[in-house]
């Protein structure tokens, strides 16, 4: 689910008040970002993150783009440290993470 997704769903489901209160503080530049950290089993969800060690780094653009538009996926970071590459994903099942694992390895973008 996409940022503005997520925050229209929560506004409409929990925490309308909340969160318009927020967004007038940020506009008058009271504060200049928030992070909301959610607990996914409540609603159903799991949040899972898959860390890549690439053996070709041209790819990581390729896998960046293919994450992108995935509708599962809510980050991405290239990093420095043992992995190269990180991405978010929330998914109902770990039926639903083994697809979108498939799906990628399927477009060939990286052997796991």
Do not use: C, P, R
């Amino acid at each position: 689910m996409k940022n503005g997704k997520l925050i229209t769903f929560l506004k409409n489901k929990f925490f309308k008040n909340e969160l318009n209160e927020l967004e007038k503080l940020k506009k008058e530049n009271i504060i200049n970002s928030y992070t909301i950290a959610l607990n996914y089993e409540k609603l159903n969800l799991q949040h899972f993150q898959l860390n890549f060690k690439l053996k070709n780094y041209q790819s990581t653009q390729k896998i960046i783009n293919f994450f992108k538009n995935h509708k599962n996926a809510t980050f991405a970071t290239i990093s420095i440290g043992k992995y190269d590459l990180s991405i978010e994903l929330i998914v109902k099942t770990n039926a639903e993470l083994k697809t979108i694992i498939k799906e990628q390895t399927d477009s060939q973008l990286v052997i796991i």
